[in-house]
């Protein structure tokens, strides 16, 4: 597969992948509440997907790396909607709970592999290439794809035509109904070759997962003996401090302000679209500021930046004002994802690609982990726009371990060595 098809393979599955998210991105906690748990508790479910993706991130990309991306994705993708399914049935903090455990496992599946097949495929034709031009459109994609299905599940939640159900559980029906639809265009548009292509079935799956360990070890002993990926990979636990600000707790925010968890329900739709179209604006934007300042740079400014929106979301007051905070700061989220992992993809190769994303959605699932109980309990017992500034605080930090990047950057340009960018 040539690289203008792998890009329009990667756009239209991070398109049918997404979409559904979209539906239910800013429900999912308002439906928790509606169904009985209290914030602390809700967050704490969260928290639970980011235990299990800890957990499972590096035998699982280590099995991407050994036995193949598609197989990866399309057991994750069958298993999206399992946790579909159970979510939208679940009425009590255990059923929530188990279905935060089967969406972990289904996000740990997910995590890299797509990503990682089409860097494989770029680099058969165009070796060492940046990809972040690449990545800046995917997520301009993916965030255009969210942004379409929240303004798609705020009408949903305020036309509610199904009204034996709550007005917040259609959006979870309609997103397992469009998880099968990823499942088969996934089996449908993915092409991978891997070698030994004669040996087949089960002999050869089991050969290949007996791999899988060696790829890990492999991808831990690079992070420890390489210390720009190293730090690159401990942005993680600072990013998701902000992430749990402006996801988890923006809409019980919202909430707050308006007295209502339907009403913000309704509203989230519209907010988190534009959110998520601000999102894809900031990606698009990366790619043409990494080409101007520098890939290391650019991806620093917009962390610093995301965290300071954080904080700035919770020191306004009124919904308008926590709105207009929320937009900015969703912007610069979009600007910083495809420029961080394109650093990533300049300390990864071929045989560990998808171990080296993996590790870096593992650190930063293991931190949301932590931050999410953390900062809905702080919620609870303090209020909610302390523990948001808390966790943009937090997330500033993070800006330190870019700068190992940016000095390896810059020691590149002295030399002359100018890297391809697709």
Known sequence: MNVAAARRVLLLL??????????????????????????????????????VVFLLELPTAGLADAL??????????????????????????????????????????????????????????SPGADVDRALSQQSAVLGLSIALGALVSGGLVWWHPVTV??????????????????LVATAMLLREARPDDAERGWARARREARR??????????LARGNRVLLALLLVEVFWAAAMVVFESLMPVRLGEVLGSTQQAGALMGVVASVGWAVFAAGAGLAGWAAGRFGVARTALAARVLNGLGAVWMGLVAGPAALVSAYLVTYGLHGSGGPVYEALLHREATAGNRATVLSMASMLGFASFAVASPALGWTAEGVSTPVAMMIGGAFSVLGAFCFLPAWRREKQLRLSGTVAARV
């Open 14 to 51: 991070t398109v049918s992948r997404w979409f559904p998210v979209g539906l239910v991105v800013a429900v999912l906690v308002l439906l928790m509440i509606e169904r009985g748990l209290s914030v602390g508790q809700a967050l704490t479910v969260s928290s639970l997907g980011g235990v």
């Open 68 to 125: 193949g991306r598609k197989p990866l994705l399309l057991l994750a993708a069958g298993l999206q909607v399992v946790a579909a399914v159970m979510v939208a049935s679940a009425q009590s903090f255990a059923a929530f709970a188990v279905a935060a455990v089967v969406t972990g496992a289904f996000r740990a599946l997910d995590s890299g592999p797509l990503q990682a097949w089409f860097v494989d495929t770029v680099h058969r034709t």
């Open 165 to 182: 159900w709550s007005a917040l559980t259609l959006p979870y029906v309609v997103y397992a109904a469009l998880a099968v639809v990823h």
């Open 212 to 221: 899988a360990p060696h790829v890990v070890a492999d991808g831990l002993r």
